[in-house]
């Protein structure tokens, strides 16, 4: 199994509709995929999605239910785990809740190729949290300068707090394929004049695209709405080459169990 987080610095570059539609394109390569909804104060998979899950990732902090047992499947073939809103407990687990959860962890996961955390924007400890729970990471941005700022301040905190070295960027909303190379060459050059241990790679750029729009607000995945677009094209792209990497690191739920019990 390989565990992802994705974040961003920035609010509003398109991140939650990246991951529904990143897992959908992976569940079109044949991999079974989990999304976990990360973003605990303002959680909204589930409203992408047009689902509404009876219950949520409180339930399993409050020792009601377990994580196997909250996993809400959708007609995508795809898994969510909801989040609830407010959930600060996350962030502060201690010892003997991370043990628990590790148990918990392994039941609920182990017929998953893919775990996806669909983190919130910004550097808090909750993103950072997740940050280091993935065994891979993608920073999603798009060309704003603020954007693009705020994508090297949240890959500057996850090293220096963490050490946190390897990295994915994925440029969303770009007018041509140029544009996305562009940012990342322009992160890079900063990254390796003051972050030199740190490895930036580039997994491409999202085209703009009105239809990203329309899906959205049909509750619809725009990989299933407009197939042949560009964008949806780019996403599946991603995808292919995401399961090209498959870092040796990354793999292995032992792996990712271990790192549970380390924070």
């Given at each position: 199994?390989?565990?992802?987080?994705?974040?961003?610095?920035?609010?509003?570059?398109?991140?939650?509709?990246?991951?529904?539609?990143?897992?959908?394109?992976?569940?079109?390569?044949?991999?079974?995929?989990?999304?976990?909804?990360?973003?605990?104060?303002?959680?909204?998979?589930?409203?992408?999605?047009?689902?509404?899950?009876?219950?949520?990732?409180?339930?399993?902090?409050?020792?009601?239910m377990s994580?196997?047992?909250?996993?809400?499947p959708t007609?995508?073939?795809?898994?969510?785990?909801?989040?609830?809103?407010?959930?600060?407990?996350?962030?502060?687990?201690?010892?003997?809740?991370?043990?628990?959860?590790?148990?918990?962890?392994?039941?609920?996961?182990?017929?998953?190729?893919?775990?996806?955390?669909?983190?919130?924007a910004g550097?808090?400890?909750?993103?950072?949290?997740?940050?280091?729970?993935?065994?891979?990471?993608?920073?999603?941005?798009?060309?704003?300068?603020?954007?693009?700022?705020?994508?090297?301040?949240?890959?500057?905190?996850?090293?220096?707090?963490?050490?946190?070295?390897?990295?994915?960027?994925?440029?969303?909303?770009?007018?041509?394929?140029?544009?996305?190379?562009?940012?990342?060459?322009?992160?890079?050059?900063?990254?390796?004049?003051?972050?030199?241990?740190?490895?930036?790679?580039?997994?491409?750029?999202?085209?703009?695209?009105?239809?990203?729009?329309?899906?959205?607000?049909?509750?619809?995945?725009?990989?299933?709405?407009?197939?042949?677009?560009?964008?949806?094209?780019?996403?599946?792209?991603?995808?292919?080459?995401?399961?090209?990497?498959?870092?040796?690191?990354?793999?292995?739920?032992?792996?990712?169990?271990?790192?549970?019990?380390?924070?």
């Open positions: 199994m390989r565990s992802i987080a994705v974040a961003s610095g920035k609010g509003g570059v398109g991140k939650t509709s990246f991951v529904i539609n990143l897992s959908l394109a992976l569940t079109q390569l044949q991999q079974k995929v989990l999304i976990f909804d990360a973003d605990l104060g303002l959680a909204n998979v589930d409203v992408m999605l047009g689902i509404s899950p009876k219950y949520d990732i409180r339930y399993v902090l409050n020792g009601e994580l196997k047992d909250i996993i809400y007609d995508y073939n795809i898994d969510i785990i909801p989040a609830g809103s407010g959930v600060v407990e996350l962030t502060h687990l201690t010892s003997m809740q991370k043990l628990l959860l590790k148990e918990q962890m392994e039941e609920a996961f182990k017929n998953y190729d893919y775990l996806i955390f669909d983190s919130s550097i808090s400890e909750n993103v950072l949290f997740f940050f280091l729970l993935g065994g891979e990471r993608i920073v999603v941005c798009t060309p704003e300068p603020t954007s693009i700022a705020d994508a090297y301040a949240l890959i500057k905190v996850a090293y220096k707090k963490h050490r946190i070295k390897d990295f994915y960027l994925v440029v969303n909303m770009i007018n041509q394929e140029e544009d996305g190379k562009k940012i990342y060459q322009q992160l890079l050059y900063v990254q390796e004049k003051f972050l030199p241990e740190i490895k930036l790679s580039y997994l491409g750029g999202i085209p703009y695209d009105e239809c990203v729009k329309k899906a959205i607000r049909s509750q619809v995945p725009y990989l299933l709405m407009c197939p042949d677009k560009p964008c949806s094209l780019k996403i599946k792209e991603i995808a292919y080459k995401l399961m090209k990497y498959n870092p040796q690191a990354s793999q292995g739920l032992e792996a990712f169990l271990e790192r549970v019990v380390s924070l």
